[in-house]
């Protein structure tokens, strides 16, 4: 037999997916793959059941349906201060992870280079490598994850062909500031490279940290693709309707690799999203507000119980410091399995996310219920004593 594709050599399987097998393996509770436990809108739910019967249950149109596309614009557009066109600057696709993929091939040739901060979503790293790019990568210092201007500028000087931010960023729930994305732009221009923004997460930014849009930069809408879904801001992971936003010469590219890639997004759960996009800004306070109530019990219950962690900025993610809990020797791989079986809490290994020799740190997740989130540190507090 021939052999295999080279490339599968080059990663592993998703951690974070492996973790969540191990979950329903033992019966752990799943703080590692970012998924709430309550229900969407119940106006998406409603209208999802009236779709059921009426449709659309056929192909939609490749670059997704006119309607719902229509309401995106609405709804982008008036977050990012523009008035964006459904028709040539946007495309539906297969949750954020496709137009990621198509963004990367739409944009880069094979050999080019492609800077991403660690610790990074463990995707980026992946995806990279099947567009046959280069990774460079540039370090997030905590416990604010600030970056060095001149180390990034010394990436870009090899050559960069894109950059890959997560804003606000997964783990390490960095929000950036307006100051450090006019910083990154004025490099972007200087040496000419694409900015592929995943921004997933825009709406969970808690209090003293504010959202800004790349594309909203001058000078970095004719050269930015904002990638994002509905996964996280509906709490519809699982529905898996995500989409790119770019100008119309980029975006006609997106769409060739979207074509041939995904064929198109789910007709009816683009249909009953459509209630979801026309949500009020009071939605997204309310929603807000549910995220820091959720942070502020998980992050006061780590503190009761003695585990370090870095105090996120937006997204749903902490990074706690599992150094005191570890056996000499022992990997962080090994002790989440561990931690799963015997503490019944699921974390992801920080070596998913960190370029660097990092060996001591776990993402876990708290967008959940407070009856699993109490459920959660009621077992952490038991860490010491399970895993000795």
């Not at 997204?315 to 599992?322: K, S």
């Not at 990092?358 to 876990?364: D, E, F, H, K, S």
């Amino acid at each position: 037999m021939q052999p295999l594709s080279r490339k599968c050599d080059l990663f592993t399987d998703s951690v974070i997916r492996r973790m969540t097998r191990i979950s329903l393996d033992c019966g752990a509770i799943n703080l590692a793959q970012g998924f709430p436990d309550f229900d969407p809108p119940k106006a998406m739910l409603d209208r999802l059941a009236e779709v059921a019967y009426q449709g659309p249950h056929q192909y939609p149109i490749t670059m997704g349906a006119p309607n719902f596309r229509a309401a995106l614009a609405r709804k982008c557009g008036r977050f990012m201060g523009r008035t964006l066109n459904p028709d040539t600057e946007m495309v539906v696709t297969i949750g954020s992870t496709e137009a990621m993929v198509d963004t990367l091939f739409a944009l880069t040739n094979p050999g080019d280079k492609v800077v991403m901060f660690s610790p990074y979503f463990e995707n980026y790293r992946a995806q990279a490598i099947f567009a046959d790019c280069e990774p460079v990568f540039v370090p997030l210092t905590p416990p604010a994850f600030n970056f060095d201007a001149n180390v990034l500028e010394d990436a870009f000087k090899q050559g960069a062909k894109a950059i890959i931010i997560c804003n606000p960023s997964n783990p390490s729930g960095k929000v950036f500031t307006e100051a450090e994305l006019k910083q990154i732009a004025e490099l972007c221009i200087k040496y000419d490279v694409y900015a592929i923004m995943d921004e997933v997460y825009e709406h969970i930014v808690y209090e003293g940290h504010k959202h800004t849009y790349m594309n909203s930069i001058p000078g970095m809408w004719e050269r930015t693709v904002s990638c994002s879904s509905l996964s996280k801001t509906y709490s519809i992971t699982g529905w898996r309707l995500g989409y790119a936003i770019a100008p119309k010469e980029i975006m006609d590219k997106i769409k060739q690799y979207h074509d041939f890639n995904a064929v198109g997004a789910a007709s009816p759960l683009m249909e009953a999203a459509i209630v979801g996009l026309d949500m009020p800004d009071s939605y997204y306070e309310e929603f807000g507000a549910h995220y820091a109530h959720m942070k502020k019990l998980f992050t006061e219950g780590l503190d009761r119980i003695g585990i370090p962690y870095t105090d996120p900025q937006g997204a749903y993610f902490v990074l706690a410091d599992i150094g005191p809990f570890m056996k000499p020797g022992q990997s962080d791989v090994e002790f989440c399995e561990q931690m799963a079986r015997k503490v019944g809490v699921a974390a992801v290994p920080g070596t998913s996310f960190f370029k660097e020799n990092v060996n001591n740190i776990v993402r876990l997740h708290f967008a959940k219920v407070d009856e699993t989130l109490n459920e959660a540190l009621e077992r952490l507090s038991k860490i010491r004593e399970k895993m000795g």
